[in-house]
């Protein structure tokens, strides 16, 4: 199965309410969700995503 922006933009939504301090290391993420850019693509860049785990900070969380 394959993940969606959508699905990208809501575990980054959910992510952010329970760290909601690390929402600048992922500012850059989210406006280029924001303005459309496809993370699901393998063929995007600056960013895509091609993983099913989204890990951030030094402490490596799983989201």
């Given at each position: 199965?394959?993940?969606?922006?959508?699905?990208?933009?809501?575990?980054?939504a959910?992510?952010?309410?329970?760290?909601?301090?690390?929402?600048?290391?992922?500012?850059?993420?989210?406006?280029?969700?924001?303005?459309?850019?496809e993370?699901a693509?393998?063929?995007?860049?600056?960013?895509?995503?091609?993983?099913g785990?989204?890990w951030?900070?030094?402490?490596?969380?799983?989201?």
């Amino acid at each position: 199965m394959a993940i969606t922006d959508s699905d990208i933009a809501a575990v980054l939504a959910a992510y952010l309410e329970r760290y909601p301090q690390e929402a600048g290391q992922l500012a850059e993420p989210l406006r280029l969700l924001a303005e459309g850019q496809e993370f699901a693509s393998r063929r995007t860049f600056p960013m895509h995503v091609t993983a099913g785990r989204c890990w951030s900070g030094t402490a490596l969380r799983l989201s």
